[in-house]
């Protein structure tokens, strides 16, 4: 499976932006999926899952402003990105989630997209 | 949330070292422990889950051991391009939090 990110963008804070994850290689509904994210210089956060059957979560930093969703025709992963604030700076990835009978764990990456949010 | 912290935040070494980092968590996680190599400009990539099992095509100088709420990951002979940091994660509950970081670099 190879996953590649697009929507980077530079946007100012209260706007709006959409991430796009096409997913090749494998079909999105048979996976979990997130959304994690890297401020410069800095370490990694998670910030959304959707499961297999849709269920989704979210970190409480990103709860009511961002939206993980999928279009299982075409394979891809979303990120809608609302209300945006400087402290959602980070390049964002989005991983595969590969279930175990223990520890699940990101298997896969994209290469990240690189989000700035700058008046 | 289970929290996690990492030691040492960096170290130096040479080649051929042996490293290890470890990485505590603040209540009991069994085995639900995943280490992660991050090279700089790159995306992160899984080495170990289940906080020993080697992740396939990984060499087999990384290791992992642990359980419970203390966990270890260790370089037995450090190559160059072991250069990275590392990142332990939980997945025993969501959020599926991240340590902060083991930055290793060549002495």
């Known amino acids: 499976v190879q996953l590649q990110e697009s929507g980077p963008g530079l946007v100012k804070p209260s706007e709006t932006l959409s991430l796009t994850c096409s997913v090749s290689?494998?079909?999105?509904?048979?996976?979990?999926w997130s959304w994690i994210r890297q401020p410069p210089g800095k370490g990694l956060e998670w910030v959304s899952i959707?499961?297999?059957?849709?269920?989704?979560y979210y970190a409480d930093s990103v709860k009511g402003r961002f939206t993980i969703s999928r279009d299982n025709s075409k394979n891809t992963l979303f990120l809608q990105m609302n209300s945006l604030r400087v402290e959602d700076t980070a390049v964002y990835y989005c991983?595969?989630?590969?279930?175990?009978?223990?520890?699940?764990?990101?298997?896969?990456w994209g290469r990240g997209t690189m989000v700035t949010v700058s008046s | 949330d289970i929290q996690l912290t990492q030691s040492p935040s960096s170290l130096s070494a040479s080649v051929g070292d042996r490293v290890t980092i470890t990485c505590q968590a603040n209540?009991?996680?069994?085995?639900?422990l995943n280490w992660y190599q991050q090279k700089p400009g790159k995306a992160p990539k899984l080495l170990i889950y289940?906080?020993?099992t080697l992740q396939t095509g990984v060499p087999s100088r990384f290791s992992g051991g642990g359980s419970g709420t203390h966990f270890a990951f260790t370089i037995s002979s450090l190559q160059p391009e072991d250069v990275a940091t590392y990142y332990c994660?939980?997945?025993?509950?969501?959020?599926?939090?991240f340590g902060p970081g083991t930055t290793v670099d060549l002495k």
């Open positions: 991983a595969l989630v590969a279930v175990r009978l223990s520890s699940d764990a990101f298997d896969v």
């Open positions: 290689g494998g079909s999105i509904t048979t996976y979990y």
């Open positions: 209540q009991d996680i069994s085995d639900y």
């Open positions: 959707i499961y297999s059957a849709g269920k989704t």
């Open positions: 994660q939980q997945y025993h509950d969501l959020p599926p939090l």
């Open positions: 289940d906080a020993s």
